[in-house]
Every structure is written in C-alpha cells, then in structure tokens.
C-alpha cells in the first residue's frame, strides 16, 4: 500500500465516503460522480468497491480512460445532449464534486425517484438556481455534505486496509509548493499533491 496516498484519505476520502454511507451505497446501487479530481477519484474507487454500478460525469472525453481505470463502469459527457438525455431517471445518488458555481439542474434530471445529488466540492450559493419541477414529481433531493466523523473515518481505514484503496497523488517538495498551486489552479494533478516532510529541512 502507497503510504503517501493514505493521507488524503483522511480528507478526500472521508468527504465522498460519508455520503456513500449515509444513503446506504451497496452493491448494485446506481451513483454517478460529477468531476474528475481529488474528490472525484476517490468517490469512483470507493463506490466501486462498494459493489455500486459507477459512472463519471464530465465535460471531457479525455477523462474516460483514467475514469474506468479507477473503476468507473461508464463515462457521460455532459456536453452531449444525446447522452444527458439517455441517462435520465438513472441514479440512486450523485456524488458532485465540482468544486466551483455551476448549473447542478442537468444532473438533479438523471436522479431517478427518491434519489438524490449530494454537494461536497462547493461552498457557496447556487448558481443558476435550482428548477423546482423534477424535484416535486420525482421526490428527488438536493443535499450536501462536508466530512466524517471519527468513527466513520475509522470505518473508511478499515475499509481502504481491505480492499488496498488509497488516494492517487503525487509528491513534492515544500520548495514548489507555488509551482504545485499554479498547477492546481490548471487542473494539472493526478490528484493530490502531498509534501514530502524531509523537504523542509533543505
């Protein structure tokens, strides 16, 4: 097991594996994720291993590869009409990990009855607002979620320990902490970065 990748666990991972938990993701449940990156990654490898049918959301078609090797089962692109169209009624859950203001109504479409989109990537006000109609005919929610506690994160080692699921990350000294963020900035990461501690002292 990649030691470096068991510390983002207790932060990426507990924040997409308490959703997983709280609305009861077991083998065969439908989720999809929304976003590609440190959030979006571990929410893939820990709904799969669940047992869940798994699919990305995204924007790009570059995503899909490295979306089912991380145990994704498919990949949508929300740009294509055809698609989103397809996918209506689907999901039991949505995991969105986009981590800034965006229109959450094409996704809240796909939910099927009683399910529900969870928000962990953004805080703030929702922009656009959300469209009322699906949500009343479907029973659908809209929630959010922030982090575990301590006997949840436990719960996740365990899990992780079990399956030998640990976050994808790359190392870096302190001294390209700035490079590092100019990176982050661009969605260059793969998909977290950890600081090497001995780095500090040079």
Same mark, same amino acid.
């Given at each position: 097991?990649? !030691?470096?990748?068991?510390?983002?666990? !207790?932060?990426?991972?507990? @924040?997409?594996?308490?959703?997983? =938990?709280?609305?009861?993701? @077991?083998?065969?449940?439908?989720?999809?994720?929304?976003?590609?990156?440190?959030?979006?990654?571990?929410?893939?490898?820990?709904?799969?291993?669940?047992?869940?049918?798994?699919?990305?959301?995204? =924007?790009?078609?570059?995503?899909?590869?490295?979306?089912?090797?991380?145990?994704?089962?498919?990949?949508?692109?929300?740009?294509? /009409?055809?698609?989103? /169209?397809?996918?209506?009624? =689907?999901?039991?859950?949505?995991?969105? @990990?986009?981590?800034?203001?965006?229109?959450?109504?094409?996704?809240?479409?796909?939910?099927?009855?009683? #399910?529900?989109?969870? $928000? $962990?990537?953004? !805080? #703030?006000?929702?922009?656009?607002?959300? $469209?009322?109609?699906?949500?009343?005919?479907?029973?659908?929610?809209?929630? #959010?979620?922030?982090?575990? #506690?301590?006997? /949840?994160?436990?719960?996740?080692?365990?899990?992780?320990?079990?399956?030998?699921?640990?976050?994808?990350?790359?190392?870096?000294?302190?001294?390209?902490?700035?490079?590092?963020? /100019? =990176?982050?900035?661009?969605?260059? $990461?793969?998909?977290?970065?950890?600081?090497?501690?001995?780095?500090?002292?040079?």
């Amino acid at each position: 097991m990649c !030691l470096q990748g068991i510390a983002p666990v !207790l932060c990426a991972g507990i @924040t997409t594996w308490s959703p997983l =938990r709280h609305w009861k993701v @077991t083998k065969g449940s439908k989720v999809a994720v929304v976003g590609l990156g440190g959030l979006g990654h571990m929410a893939i490898k820990l709904a799969h291993a669940l047992g869940a049918h798994v699919t990305l959301f995204s =924007r790009s078609t570059n995503k899909i590869k490295d979306a089912k090797a991380l145990g994704a089962n498919e990949v949508i692109i929300s740009t294509d /009409e055809a698609q989103m /169209e397809k996918a209506m009624g =689907r999901f039991d859950l949505i995991i969105d @990990t986009v981590p800034y203001a965006h229109d959450l109504n094409p996704y809240v479409g796909t939910l099927n009855t009683n #399910g529900t989109l969870v $928000v $962990v990537g953004y !805080l #703030g006000p929702l922009d656009p607002m959300l $469209v009322t109609v699906p949500l009343i005919m479907g029973r659908k929610s809209v929630a #959010g979620s922030l982090i575990g #506690g301590i006997a /949840e994160t436990q719960e996740l080692l365990n899990f992780c320990a079990k399956h030998n699921i640990t976050s994808d990350v790359e190392v870096i000294k302190i001294q390209d902490i700035n490079k590092a963020y /100019e =990176r982050m900035l661009n969605s260059d $990461v793969k998909y977290r970065f950890v600081i090497d501690m001995k780095s500090l002292k040079s």
